[in-house]
């Protein structure tokens, strides 16, 4: 007979409720997806009538988008906000966006559903203080360069400020390697769920970099333990204003919804 | 109706035969595990045992084991090479072993069924040539620090002598994180798998450096696409002499199998 | 006859004036010395006393100090850096501190001469644009992980809403090496000399994170073209409340002095 | 009075021989200067006169230059290897060349007169076993993927074989940053002097891979300790059939000189 093993996963996750009778952690493996960029009311449309479609239930989109380079494109701002919490309500879906400074966190817990902090502001702990004073539901993104430590220390900032509804989100690390635009490390999303009690999705969409790798990166996301994606969709990726290469087309959406529900069943879990 | 997709995975891999029946790249995931090193007949058999008993037919066992430090264990030698072909033999199993440097490739092509290339040798492009001179199934493991192209070009070293029986290794890239002791780069395993001919297999135990995440780590692997393992197990990791902390006990392996399997078959494999 | 040679460095270099009679990139290499964080007055007068001795002209130090973990030393705030500026003043020096969020502008264009926006802010856009519409000199520290073209986009995020009095400072990259807390970058010193018009500086202290290693880091980055240097110092650094070990003892600073002097010199530069 | 520093640079290396009143690691800090590789008499003897010129002492190439790709340039082997002693004997000048696996290291021994260690060999331990059992000086060079404990370690398994002659070789690290090839590690050239017996020298050609900041990287690893360079140079860096990118024209090599020579003076050595 076997000796009983003595090293298994022991999953610490505790669930966060994001809208009623939806939860990240839980059983579901919640499906974000989105434009990069609120453009246009026709192609926030599109793309949330694709969420929509394939079941998903929460629609992602950037209103203030401050780049690399002051001369790119830098988002729509309020207006952009607005117009996502509005195409959102038209198909039921919850709002996910990012608030890229403290004095936006208000704007962002009017309209959007959950709060995004983004990468880069992972360890601005003003931001991070401001949102651990609202009630809303929070998507910490990894820094690109920070260790997993540094994560979850940047979660207490926030949870010490009375906000425990914290999701965690693996968004790919800088690396020497540069045939992709991050790596993804799912050794993280494996190591967060044994040692942390906050949820984590993969957005496989900026682990990438490339529209070509990203089914791929989100079944591997989910086999590794992830609780959700956030994707990036565009009605016509070509012609974005942002992020145009990473973009899934919408007509792959429901691919990516085939490919990694069939690894979510493999995992006891579904997807939503 | 929506439109044709135009981002596809297209696989071009084309498969390595590595025994009778037996190919890496085809529609089995390959499962080749065995100890780090070869320490005793005991604890080969015992590995070999397990191996065996979990359905897996490839045994893997390092004889010649030069360390960082001049002053660890530096393995069996050729003594240890022939002890894990006798072992191998008992249960019909295929040898995967490294071949350390060029004077090493004859003992390993008489001993060893796959030769390993380890992930330090993987531009020793001496070694590369002479590998690419036999007829032996290779593993290329990736370097730790090499790009992705500089691994598909080490590939091409090795086929340009002639030998096209390649099967690359992801096992993990050294990044600024510590918490592991690598990180597995899913989205190469991706990649290759799109733009390489050669099947591609994954290394979870040196890709995370410890034995707890090596399960989710094998996970995420085959949902991105590789063609196989190579894990390292022992009877008694705690008194291992080498890799004690990365090596699964040998009571977990049924269990890395049966997790594993249901990875593979929703990608529509079996594994073996 | 030697052909005209090449390959000459070509210093692009604007210099800085950050008070009366005092550039930072013309012919002296600019001193700024000061505790990581004020902590009392004592420490800190201690500390503005040994730049003051050491012919130095600017003190730094920290008054609101977050830090990865909420549970340590998060600095005096205001107070501090009230305090930093009386001190300054009975020597005078001029103050340089962090405005850590676009709410602390005011306070820092205030109380301080030149206004730091630390290495975790690199591409906090609405900090850059709210010191780009003051008219104090800010030194920009690279982010530990960005590249130098990502660096010089966010001081064009600067200079586009009107202020161009911009410092880039150097303050080490996050590698895989561990020995050290981050990597000196010198190579980035030189390419920012000859490819920016911004004059740079360098931080040793943050670079190399071991006293140990603070001076000849700061020769190194003096003899790859640097500028100036940013320095911790501090009364004790062994009851720092905050990065004592990269600390130098006030004991020491003549010695940072008297070496960098003779590498100044030996650039056609003084040191002051 | 001031009280005695805590904190000084404790230099504890041992010069290393390498050839009649020419040592590494004393007070003369040594120029090595060549072709990446050897490709022609006429090319190599313009290079060796262009070292002799300026009062260098050494000579560098490539005679066995196997490359990332194997349709690249490969070397010209023993006869390069042969071309080098013969043009080196008609200035008087030592010969540093490359042994890239076991069976070179005759050839290499025969010769050179210091036998160099390349940075993808650095963990490769037969051969770092076969130069311990030379009698010859080695330049290790550092693995640009390799700590700096790994880089000592590598070079115990040469000492331990009975060769202490043994010179370091900082020549860069690969980072995330792109503008340059590689990121020089001033820091490990600090650390090394005082945590080791064995000399250290930098090459700031593969530390950067651009010609126009060869010298001040060259500047900053003498600024941080170095006891010696080595150079790239070619009579035509466009038409080079390796590293043209990266090596110096020869009229050039006064400038270097020059430039260094000034920063070794302020580090209270000389150059040669």
Chains 1, 2, 3, 4 share one sequence.
Not at 99 to 111: G, K
Request: glycine content about 10%; charged content about 20%.
């Amino acid at each position: 007979m076997l000796a009983q093993p003595r090293i298994v996963e022991e999953i610490k996750t505790r669930p966060v409720e994001i809208g009623p009778g939806l939860s990240v952690g839980g059983l579901e493996v919640i499906l974000m997806a989105g434009p990069c960029s609120v453009e246009s009311y026709e192609q926030t449309r599109a793309a949330a009538e694709a969420v929509y479609q394939s079941g998903g239930r929460v629609l992602r989109g950037g209103a203030f988008k401050p780049r690399s380079s002051p001369h790119s494109f830098q988002g729509l701002g309020l207006e952009g906000l607005k117009l996502l919490r509005a195409v959102a309500d038209e198909f039921g879906l919850l709002v996910i966006s990012e608030a890229l400074a403290v004095e936006y966190v208000s704007a962002a817990a009017e309209y959007a559903d959950i709060i995004q902090i983004g990468s880069r502001n992972m360890q601005h702990f003003p931001l991070l203080w401001a949102v651990g004073e609202t009630n809303k539901p929070v998507v910490l993104k990894r820094g690109f360069m920070s260790t997993v430590q540094e994560w979850l220390l940047a979660a207490e900032h926030i949870a010490t400020r009375g906000n425990e509804r914290i999701i965690l989100c693996e968004r790919g690390i800088r690396t020497f390697e540069t045939a992709t635009r991050n790596t993804l490390d799912t050794n993280a999303i494996a190591l967060v769920k044994q040692s942390s009690p906050f949820p984590v999705i993969g957005d496989p969409s900026h682990a990438t970099g490339r529209a070509d790798l990203v089914i791929p990166a989100a079944r591997a996301a989910i086999a590794a333990g992830a609780d959700g994606l956030l994707v990036e969709i565009h009605p016509n990726p070509a012609a974005a204003l942002s992020d145009g290469e990473q973009s899934l087309p919408l007509a792959m959406l429901p691919y990516l919804v085939d490919e990694t529900k069939r690894i979510a069943l493999a995992m006891g879990r579904g997807i939503i």
